[in-house]
């Protein structure tokens, strides 16, 4: 095989990669559950709940990453915001649709100089820091297909400050779709029949099948 290669006589298929997935690719420490932030019609996915994300510079004083929490409260609330239809196509984009009415729960930042802090993933601290970052961007760009399984069809609750300072963090739709692979966790808040695999799991399981032929 390696000599047809060689040969020019045989071409290996190569799964094909959108633009968006090179440019953007998932962060490695996503959780299950994950907050879309909005400004303006532009939505943005973090790896984690809104009072989850965690500055990204790097500390002058220690040169490790900032311990501080991106999430201020006072900056946004929870709205509805319309997803790009375009985005949404085929089958699974139209069962998208059909759950979410094109419209998901996002949280909606006041104005533009705090959706840049955080869409950068910085703490008021390191807003305008001319340091680079210790690690990379954690918030990508949302895509209703990519990202079906994180969409929230109902507001979040009990996101004000509670007496001792904590934030009751609001877990999403309790009823959730599990990815038959075995060795996957994700989940989708939409209904799915049995054996339904989430994309990243039926992206290796076409390359399996087109390697097997």
């Given at each position: ?120 993933q ?6 305008n ?46 009823t959730?779709t ?7 966790s ?28």
């Open positions: 095989m390696r000599t047809a290669i060689e040969k020019g006589e045989f071409t290996p298929y190569v799964e094909p990669v959108a633009q968006e997935e090179v440019e953007h690719p998932e962060p490695e420490q996503a959780q299950q559950v994950r907050h879309v932030i909005a400004y303006g019609g532009t939505l943005r996915i973090g790896p984690c709940v809104i009072e989850g994300l965690r500055c990204i510079a790097r500390d002058s004083q220690t040169g490790q990453r900032c311990e501080s929490a991106v999430c201020d409260l006072s900056e946004g609330r929870w709205e509805p915001v319309s997803i790009d239809e375009k985005q949404a196509t085929g089958r699974q984009g139209q069962m998208v649709l059909n759950l979410t009415g094109g419209t998901i729960w996002a949280w909606q930042v006041a104005d533009f100089s705090i959706a840049v802090r955080w869409w950068r910085h703490c008021p601290e390191h807003h820091s001319p340091q680079p970052d210790h690690v990379e961007n954690e918030i990508i760009p949302f895509h209703p297909l990519r990202h079906d399984a994180y969409v929230l069809t109902e507001r979040p609750a009990d996101y004000d400050l509670t007496p001792d300072d904590r934030v009751v963090i609001h877990h999403g739709p309790t959730r599990t990815c038959a692979s075995p060795s996957c994700n989940t989708s808040v939409l209904t799915h029949p049995t054996g339904w695999l989430c994309w990243q799991c039926e992206k290796q399981e076409r390359r399996r099948r087109r390697t097997h032929q």
